[in-house]
Nanobody, 127 residues
Framework: QVQLVESGGGLVQAGGSLRLSCAAS????????VSWFRQAPGKEREFVAG????????SYKESLEGRFTISRDNAKNTVSLQMNNLKPEDTAVYYC????????????????????WGQGTQVTVSS
């Protein structure tokens, strides 16, 4: 089983940037789709962005495209989420998750299809 650890969260003013990182230990992320989800207080968890095992396909929540960029470094077994021009509504706990299917070629937004989750990192954007 893989252990996922998110880092890079924090408090930032609106318009600022953060870069989240998801590091894996125990097993490799190399052959798996990895996505970021977030959950704001009082709201359901939602898909943010995902990247296929080979990095060829990415997908974003529509309202975030252009501000957020997901990437992966398989040599380092990490997946990152660059977040620019942050807004107060981006405030949430951000989770990375590894999908179950070996070398899946598309990005699924269904959280139940992800088998491994990190503990989350808090992102707070002040106005």
């Amino acid at each position: 089983q893989v252990q996922l650890v998110e880092s890079g969260g924090g408090l930032v003013q609106a318009g600022g940037s953060l870069r989240l990182s998801c590091a894996a230990s125990g097993r490799s992320l190399i052959n798996y789709l990895v996505s970021w989800f977030r959950q704001a207080p009082g709201k359901e968890r939602e898909f943010v962005a995902g990247i296929t095992w080979n990095g060829l396909h990415t997908s974003y929540k529509e309202s975030l495209e252009g501000r957020f960029t997901i990437s992966r470094d398989n040599a380092k077994n990490t997946v990152s989420l660059q977040m620019n021009n942050l807004k107060p509504e981006d405030t949430a706990v951000y989770y990375c998750a590894k999908e179950k299917i070996f070398r899946r070629e598309d990005v699924t937004r269904r959280d139940y299809q992800y088998g491994d989750w990190g503990q989350g990192t808090q992102v707070t954007v002040s106005s």
